[in-house]
């Protein structure tokens, strides 16, 4: 029996429409939204790698923890910088406001280079 084969695709292009299909876009896009603050506390505030991750996007504020008082104001001093960033990244949106909280991180920190 021949059967078409239908071509390869990443499994990046299949996630949006599955996670649509299964009423995940919200976690999705939360999900990309928290891979993107990572990425831009690594490039900006390097200190901070692993010491930070973003909370919720409530529009127009966008909410991250910092798990010392030391992280939250370096994060707070960057805010500006730090919000046209995540503007510019995957997942991210263009906020106005950004809020840390301090408390301890929900997952494993990396641990720094």
């Known amino acids: 029996m021949t059967g078409r084969r ?15 299909e299964l009423g995940l876009e919200d976690e999705l896009r939360l999900s990309r939204a928290m891979a993107s603050w990572a990425r831009i506390v690594e490039e900006h505030v390097p200190p901070a790698t692993g010491l930070s ?3 919720a ?3 127009p504020v966008l909410v991250v923890s910092a798990s010392a008082a030391i992280v939250a104001q370096e994060l707070r ?16 949106s263009r906020l106005m406001e950004l809020r840390v909280v301090l408390r301890p991180l929900t997952r494993v920190a990396r641990p720094r280079r």
Do not use: D, H, K, S
Request: charge should be positive; proline fraction near 11%; avoid cysteine.
């Open 6 to 20: 239908r071509p390869m695709r990443r499994l990046g292009e299949l996630l949006p429409a599955m996670a649509t």
């Open 77 to 92: 001093l960057r805010a500006v910088q730090l919000l046209q960033a995540f503007a510019a990244a995957p997942g991210g």
């Open 57 to 59: 996007v409530q529009p």
């Open 53 to 55: 991750e973003l909370v």
